[in-house]
């Protein structure tokens, strides 16, 4: 069986208890940066699946032909989901999943995001909580 991270027509908003708004990691090679870097370069041309099984190739040097078969490994268990990304627990930052899965990084500070928060047909939710 094989899990999933994604979301469709879904706006994960930050953490309740996140004191930033859209910072941009400052920590070449982590999770956050590496997660940031991916969704700024090509916003909505990735599921969350895509991007977090990316991710985790990248930090284990997985090479590019092994990739299909590590993605495979990587969700035959569940995994954490964005609401639990360092972008929307501590970074401060929004990601919005559209009708087809491919997702986007957004400043809670945009029209955009503004605009899905107004939406009714946009389901809504936050970024896990850093503290219980």
């Known amino acids: 069986m ?8 879904t706006l994960i908003c930050p953490a ?25 370069k090509k916003p ?10 990316m991710v985790a190739a990248l930090r284990k040097g ?5 990739l299909a078969s590590f993605r495979a490994a990587y969700f035959s268990k569940g995994q954490a989901c964005l609401r639990a990304s360092p972008l929307t627990k ?3 930052w929004a990601v919005h999943a559209n009708v087809d899965g491919y997702i ?16 009714e047909n946009v389901k809504k939710t936050k970024g896990m909580k850093s503290k219980r």
Not at 2 to 9: G, I, K, P, V
Not at 44 to 53: A, I, N, Q, R
Request: hydrophobic share 30%; charged share 25%.
């Open 62 to 66: 997985v090479e590019e032909e092994d």
């Open 104 to 119: 986007a990084l957004l400043s809670p500070d945009s029209d955009e995001f503004a605009r899905l928060q107004q939406d």
């Open 44 to 53: 909505y041309s990735m599921t969350s699946d895509e991007v977090l099984s």
């Open 2 to 9: 094989m899990h999933t991270t994604n979301y469709y027509d």
């Open 16 to 40: 309740e208890d996140c004191q930033s708004i859209a910072k941009v990691p400052d920590k070449p090679g982590s999770v956050a940066a590496l997660q940031y870097e991916l969704l700024v």
């Open 90 to 92: 501590t970074h401060g």
